[in-house]
């Protein structure tokens, strides 16, 4: 009988543990700002990325209840002239920063459009552009 009971309870055990990792397991978050890719048109981004994001929080003075603070995801937008091509980027708000926080480049998502298209996301993306081209040096 003493042998039964281990035997009976691996096999609950064991029957509980096929159905937990789906509870343990987080699913897979895609950002927004990795679905942009090259070629995309600039509605087609803001499809993507400009939505309203929650940046903080105010209390009503009525209520007491905390209400969210929103804004647009999309910071800000300029035009760059680099060796005569015209470049606009618009950057994306990606981490809210914290509560009294400035936003900064580190919270931001640059995107380059080239002729109306993408041509390069992201900080390095944007830092390969605008980076001044060094002619490279030939050693015989």
Do not use: W
């Not at 109306?116 to 040096?137: N, Q, R």
């Amino acid at each position: 009988m003493k042998r039964i009971i281990p035997v009976v309870m691996l096999v609950f055990l064991g029957a509980g543990c096929v159905s937990m990792p789906n509870s343990i397991v987080p699913a897979t978050v895609v950002q927004p700002s990795e679905r942009v890719t090259l070629g995309m048109t600039r509605s087609m981004v803001s499809a993507i990325m400009d939505a309203r994001i929650v940046v903080g929080y105010e209390i009503d003075p009525d209520t007491g209840v905390a209400k969210p603070v929103e804004a647009q995801n999309l910071y800000g937008s300029e035009t760059m002239k680099i060796d005569g091509i015209t470049y606009q980027v618009d950057r994306y708000i990606v981490r809210p920063p914290l509560a009294g926080a400035r936003i900064g480049e580190a919270e931001l998502f640059p995107v380059i459009y080239k002729y109306g298209l993408v041509a390069a996301t992201g900080h390095a993306g944007l830092l390969a552009i605008t980076k001044p081209k060094v002619p490279v040096k030939v050693v015989k």
